[in-house]
């Protein structure tokens, strides 16, 4: 790059030109500048010649030249005689038409989709809890917005004034939460109402001698699905423990109705 283009850039960016005086002791030497501009100077006779010499005219491209060369002869279609073959065909003897045949019996949309439709899989989806003590087993609707110890204690109260309170070590009351189903595809194998039939199975004795004792709307549909069978369903109600806990008028209306079960078995 020319010395003199360098410092014009240079300035333009606002960058401070010097230069040393004298060479710098232990500093390599300083290259020869080139202080010449790109574009050369014009003399006047030069521009006066430049001046004089007229401007080139346009170069125009020669005009392209017709083809000359003999062409080929083209062909001339020929018109050709009508086929009346076939019309005279249909004058003499006209084609018989096939019988049309009957319409095949058409399905509703919707019974076929009902045909086609899969068999729904049974489900039961309940979240309960059961009291097993000496002679009365309790099946009950839990509430999750309620507290699990009170709706325990209020069973266990019930039990207690049944005369079935857990003390005696041989018999005592044993609680268990269950929550079906597990998963919540029911296609899941174990997830139906079989897996549940198998886990309220295994919790209750081998001999099942209780009186049972149902509340709630849940565990009353466990017992009209078969899913649980006591031999021995003492008492019903649609209400749950948490119900209970918040209306007293429950509570009665349940040991009115133990009283008349006892009173009918006495």
Same mark, same amino acid.
């Given at each position: 790059?020319?010395?003199?283009?360098?410092?014009?850039?240079?300035?333009?960016?606002?960058?401070?030109?010097?230069?040393?005086? !004298?060479?710098?002791?232990?500093?390599?030497?300083?290259?020869?500048?080139?202080?010449?501009?790109?574009?050369?100077?014009?003399?006047? $006779?030069?521009?006066?010649?430049?001046?004089?010499?007229? %401007?080139? %005219?346009?170069?125009?491209?020669?005009?392209?030249?017709?083809?000359?060369?003999?062409?080929?002869?083209?062909?001339?279609?020929?018109?050709?005689?009508?086929?009346? $073959?076939?019309?005279?065909?249909?004058?003499?003897?006209?084609?018989? !038409?096939?019988? /049309?045949?009957?319409? @095949?019996?058409?399905?509703?949309?919707?019974?076929?989709?009902?045909?086609? @439709?899969?068999?729904?899989?049974? $489900?039961?989806?309940?979240?309960?809890? +059961?009291?097993?003590?000496?002679?009365?087993?309790?099946?009950?609707?839990?509430?999750? &917005?309620?507290?699990?110890?009170?709706?325990?204690?209020?069973?266990?109260?019930?039990?207690?004034?049944?005369?079935?309170?857990?003390?005696? +070590?041989?018999?005592?009351?044993?609680?268990?939460?269950?929550?079906?189903?597990?998963?919540?595809?029911? +296609?899941?194998?174990?997830?139906?109402?079989?897996?549940?039939?198998?886990?309220?199975?295994?919790? +209750?004795?081998?001999?099942?001698?209780?009186?049972?004792?149902?509340?709630?709307?849940?565990?009353?549909?466990?017992?009209?699905?078969?899913?649980?069978?006591?031999?021995?369903?003492?008492?019903?109600?649609?209400?749950?423990?948490?119900?209970?806990?918040?209306? $007293?008028?429950?509570?009665?209306?349940?040991?009115?109705?133990?009283? /008349? &079960?006892?009173?009918?078995?006495?």
């Amino acid at each position: 790059m020319k010395e003199a283009t360098r410092q014009f850039y240079l300035q333009a960016m606002g960058v401070t030109l010097w230069y040393p005086r !004298q060479a710098l002791p232990g500093a390599a030497p300083s290259p020869d500048l080139d202080f010449s501009t790109d574009e050369p100077a014009v003399t006047p $006779s030069a521009a006066g010649v430049v001046a004089d010499v007229p %401007a080139a %005219a346009p170069v125009v491209p020669p005009a392209p030249q017709p083809d000359r060369r003999p062409q080929a002869p083209r062909e001339v279609p020929v018109a050709r005689a009508p086929d009346l $073959s076939g019309l005279m065909r249909e004058t003499a003897d006209p084609p018989q !038409q096939a019988p /049309e045949a009957a319409p @095949a019996a058409t399905v509703p949309k919707a019974a076929r989709l009902e045909a086609s @439709a899969p068999e729904p899989i049974p $489900s039961i989806s309940i979240y309960c809890a +059961l009291w097993i003590g000496h002679r009365y087993a309790v099946l009950a609707d839990l509430d999750p &917005q309620v507290s699990i110890e009170l709706q325990q204690k209020l069973i266990r109260n019930l039990l207690r004034a049944l005369g079935d309170d857990g003390q005696n +070590l041989t018999h005592p009351i044993r609680f268990h939460q269950v929550r079906w189903p597990v998963f919540a595809n029911p +296609l899941i194998p174990g997830n139906g109402v079989d897996g549940l039939k198998v886990v309220l199975g295994s919790l +209750l004795p081998a001999e099942d001698e209780h009186a049972w004792i149902v509340l709630g709307e849940e565990s009353g549909r466990v017992i009209d699905a078969g899913v649980a069978q006591p031999r021995h369903l003492w008492l019903r109600e649609d209400f749950r423990p948490a119900d209970m806990a918040a209306d $007293s008028q429950l509570k009665r209306r349940l040991w009115l109705r133990i009283q /008349e &079960q006892q009173g009918a078995v006495s």
